[in-house]
């Protein structure tokens, strides 16, 4: 099992394709530039099984849409969140000088934590709440690594003042789901370079 990692779009959000020996693969936060994302999947030869949000910003969020329904995948977030990706005021695209965000429904809401699981993909579900109050972070064990989406990066945590955000709850989210997996476990934030548990614990200047 593989990663791939493709910064999208103006704020260069990390997009992370997630594949296995078949080609089979899991399209996280596909934030903008859809059609060169399809392009290269399609030059890849990778089969999108399903797109997996960490949370619904307008960043993230920005080529859902065309991946979608390029290959009639299904959408996964968490329920907190249910209402953005159809709400550019809820996701903030209406605060920004560009076209408004307003897709549809995601196809499953994420309740709470637990196991998911997608054709060979087996991914823990952590609620890491704080920079949005749906925000989760997708851990598979098999490869120890976590796909933390904005709460937390490489010598920085994520920002809590956009709608629903929480500096009490964003810390809490960080020491408790994220910092206590394993020290090795590699963290692919959702924008700039990846980084491991460990390092985070050691020099993170935010924690």
């Not at 849409?65 to 290959?71: G, K, M, Q």
């Not at 989210?173 to 980084?195: A, E, M, N, R, W």
Request: glycine share 8%.
């Amino acid at each position: 099992m593989e990663w791939k990692q493709i910064p999208l779009g103006p704020l260069q959000t990390n997009c992370y394709l997630l594949y296995d020996e078949a080609k089979q693969c899991i399209v996280i936060d596909p934030g903008a530039n859809g059609e060169a994302l399809i392009e290269y999947i399609e030059q890849e030869r990778l089969k999108p099984l399903a797109i997996c949000l960490t949370h619904a910003h307008f960043d993230h969020i920005g080529a859902v849409e065309d991946v979608r329904n390029h290959w009639n995948i299904p959408v996964y977030i968490h329920e907190n969140e249910q209402e953005w990706l159809l709400n550019p005021s809820l996701n903030g695209s209406a605060r920004h000088p560009m076209e408004p965000i307003a897709g549809k429904p995601a196809d499953h809401f994420f309740q709470e934590e637990g196991t998911l699981t997608i054709g060979p993909f087996t991914m823990q579900i952590l609620e890491t709440p704080g920079h949005s109050p749906g925000s989760v972070s997708y851990y598979l064990k098999e490869i120890e690594t976590v796909f933390s989406g904005d709460a937390l990066f490489n010598g920085g945590i994520g920002r809590t003042d956009l709608l629903g955000g929480d500096h009490a709850t964003l810390i809490d989210s960080i020491y408790h789901k994220l910092l206590s997996l394993p020290d090795q476990t590699v963290v692919l934030p959702g924008h700039g370079f990846s980084t491991t548990v460990e390092n985070e614990k050691t020099s993170n200047p935010y924690l």
